[in-house]
């Protein structure tokens, strides 16, 4: 049993590559059902975003596992050939696995580090994974582990509090001049993606009431529907405008639309109350002279960039944080992971009944001093048939299942049945993660076999 | 003892101070709970003072002004814990305890004076202490007002630091600068009113015109117009802020002019 990630990322291939090797949600299922029907491929998720697309998988053999997940990967894109995929791949297994996973997971391998979106991802991966019965123990035990991380990175951290997206920097900003967002409504003037985008984030964050204006009044009509809000006609917008806490300006017009003489009335009709105007038209559609009224809060798409470097090179520092945090949760994996082994659970079943069977027979023949040596034979030989006849099954289904997808689960079990985690297990060497995971994109057999090599896999021995 | 203790506060809460102006500057977050835990300790010995100037036999006399700004920094420092527990705005701390420490610099520097209204003693504890509360009120809504300028303008000026990022959002400390008003002006009132009574029972005249109630009045009439504004045109954020910190001089000069009458300059 080995853990494998196979994949390609926006580190590794163009968008060129990615789009097409992407799979939609609606054909993940089946692309499971499909990559578990492989020889040798006992459990499977995939992860498939804009940015990725990562088959992580539990296989018999490590290379055979990853030249059968190449084939799965090439074979669901006739239009790409395994030539032109290898080369963007990267592969990694054991502890390299674990730890990629949490990256990812914990947003370190994205392309805006910290962003959320990568778990709620992986967490629907991993659904889907779960109703097409293309897990098993380990993935399970590991998946559940890669979100308890992200989780743990997101509180411990400041990863993913400031804003790092133009849209949520417009959240970030209201939240400076509107302590509560609930009572608050935003009007949306025309309607851009990203203005929607930030408008999402605004009604995500709590904003109570939406009021849409386009030039198109049906388009308004429409997207209000879609934000549960009311559509303004396009002409009375400006009279409209007391009325909103928030303006969202995104249109192709190309002059100011809004003047400073609108937003100094607006401002005098809210008894002075503040006002937060974006601007993310370009050219801009709000008058730069706004910055000069009182109690008008005017940003344009320079000034949330600009916001949003400044939180970048700050997650950069608080990405190094969770690096720690990733390393740490990797080695509390491959300690379970460890125990999950065949050989040393059959060694250590041994060794425990034994030690039982000892114990009971040294205390019963300190009571029967009299006996002959010939009878204490006896007795030693009643225990030990005794204890032989009781783990026979459990050793004899530990042995058959090793290769089976369900042996990990029967080792659990009999770890579990017969406590053999509460004494030290059998020690191995087991090389751990020492230094940060190295992630390179992997075209070549030597890094293949670099990586095949006992001593960084976890489970060659329990085969 | 309670000469010990009020020293102990007061060093106390210069640390806190020294503290919590190095959290408002620094990005971590670290030093805000040390601050808090100064300012707690310094507070339960501050406490420890007042109260046992309460209890020491002579508290049928009235309270002399460097006790009446003891107990102003008291109350100070009690409603930025109480902000703080409710809202949790650690930065408040850099902005409040420095008032407290300078009321208590003044209180152990003046000299204690016998107050000039001796026979009315009940009225005259009331009078110090509505008057105290009204005052504690007007600075708050004053720390609010220069809070609410400085983020203001780094909104305005684009300027992300890091007290931009300590600093809460401007509603909150609009709401805030009302409230403190809102609760500080019928206090004043009060304080004004039962200052009045006193002096027609001690002098036989409600007002003589002495700095301290003219300057009172002033004040009072200052907070009353900004009140009425509030409520009925709309002078809210930006304006209200100015004009807290405008009506935080003339409590200020208010109490210049009680110190001058209790030297007798004025008087």
């Known amino acids: 049993m080995h853990l494998i990630v196979v994949g390609l990322s926006h580190k590794t291939a163009p968008v060129e590559i990615r789009e097409r090797l992407a799979v939609p949600e609606s054909r993940l299922g089946e692309a499971l059902t499909r990559l578990c029907s492989y020889p040798g491929v006992k459990e499977g998720v995939l992860l498939s975003t804009c940015n990725r697309v990562e088959v992580y998988s539990v296989v018999d053999d490590i290379e055979a596992g990853y030249g059968r997940i190449q084939e799965f990967l090439a074979d669901a894109h006739l239009s790409l050939s395994s030539e032109q995929l290898t080369p963007h791949l990267y592969w990694h297994t054991g502890d390299r696995a674990i730890g990629h996973l949490f990256r990812v997971a914990a947003s370190l391998d994205s392309m805006i580090i910290g962003e959320s979106q990568i778990l709620g991802q992986l967490k629907g991966a991993f659904e889907v994974a779960l109703a097409h019965k293309t897990t098993g123990v380990i993935m399970n035990k590991v998946v559940k582990k890669a979100i308890s991380v992200a989780k743990r990175v997101r509180t411990e951290t400041k990863i993913s509090e400031m804003a790092v997206s133009v849209s949520y920097a417009a959240v970030e900003l209201a939240k400076k001049i509107f302590s509560n967002l609930h009572e608050k409504t935003v009007l949306l003037v025309g309607a851009g993606e990203m203005a929607k985008l930030a408008a999402r984030h605004l009604i995500a964050h709590g904003v109570g009431h939406v009021r849409i204006t386009t030039r198109t009044p049906q388009h308004a009509v429409e997207l209000a529907a879609k934000f549960g809000g009311t559509a303004v006609p396009f002409d009375q917008f400006k009279d409209d405008m007391a009325s909103a806490d928030i303006v969202l300006v995104s249109t192709g017009a190309a002059h100011y639309l809004v003047g400073a003489e609108d937003v100094h009335r607006a401002v005098r009709e809210r008894m002075n109350r503040p006002m937060f105007l974006i601007d993310i038209s370009v050219p801009r559609n709000i008058d730069p002279a706004v910055r000069h009224v009182d109690n008008a809060f005017l940003f344009d798409i320079d000034d949330l960039k600009h916001r949003v470097e400044q939180n970048r090179a700050e997650r950069v520092q608080e990405a190094e944080k969770a690096e720690k945090m990733v390393l740490e949760e990797v080695t509390t994996m491959l300690d379970w992971m460890k125990s999950l082994e065949v050989t040393p659970t059959i060694v250590a079943l041994r060794t425990h009944v034994d030690d039982l069977k000892r114990a009971e027979v040294n205390k019963v023949l300190a009571r029967l001093p009299h006996l002959s040596s010939q009878d204490r034979e006896l007795v030693e030989g009643l225990a030990s048939s005794i204890v032989n006849k009781l783990i026979h099954r459990t050793m004899v289904t530990l042995k058959t299942e090793v290769n089976s997808s369900s042996g990990p689960a029967f080792v659990e079990a009999a770890r579990r049945f017969f406590a053999l985690d509460q004494q030290p297990a059998p020690t191995q060497s087991i090389k751990t993660c020492t230094e940060p995971p190295r992630y390179q994109a992997k075209g070549s057999a030597e890094s293949g076999v670099e990586d095949a090599d006992p001593e960084t896999s976890t489970h060659k021995q329990a085969r | ?267």
């Open chain 2, 1 to 267: 003892m309670v000469a010990a203790c009020f020293m102990i506060t007061l060093v106390l809460y210069t640390v806190a101070t020294v503290s919590f102006l190095s959290y408002s500057l620094r990005r971590s977050e670290a030093l805000s709970q040390v601050s808090l835990g100064l300012t707690a300790v310094g507070f339960a010995a501050h406490t420890f003072v007042l109260g046992a100037r309460m209890f020491a036999a002579s508290s049928s006399a009235p309270p002399s002004f460097p006790e009446a700004l003891s107990f102003f920094a008291w109350m100070i420092i009690l409603v930025l814990l109480v902000v703080e527990f409710r809202h949790q705005i650690h930065v408040l701390g850099s902005f409040m305890v420095p008032l407290a420490v300078v009321s208590l610099v003044l209180a152990a520097a003046l000299p204690e004076t016998e107050p000039t209204l001796q026979p009315v003693l009940k009225t005259l504890w009331f009078h110090v202490t509505l008057s105290m509360l009204g005052a504690v009120g007007f600075t708050v809504a004053f720390v609010a007002g220069v809070m609410y300028l400085i983020q203001d303008r780094l909104l305005k000026s684009k300027q992300f630091n890091v007290l931009y990022s300590k600093l809460p959002a401007l509603d909150f400390l609009d709401h805030l600068n009302q409230q403190s008003i809102v609760l500080g002006f019928p206090l004043l009132t009060l304080g004004i009113v039962t200052g009045a009574i006193s002096a027609q029972i001690a002098r036989g005249s409600y007002v003589s015109w002495n700095p301290e109630q003219t300057w009172a009045l002033v004040t009072w009439l200052f907070y009353f117009i900004v009140l009425l504004g509030r409520l009925t045109v709309g002078w809210r954020a930006k304006r209200a802020a100015y004009l807290t910190v405008i009506g935080f001089a003339c409590v200020v000069l208010t109490l210049v002019g009680v110190v001058l009458k209790g030297h007798g300059v004025l008087s």
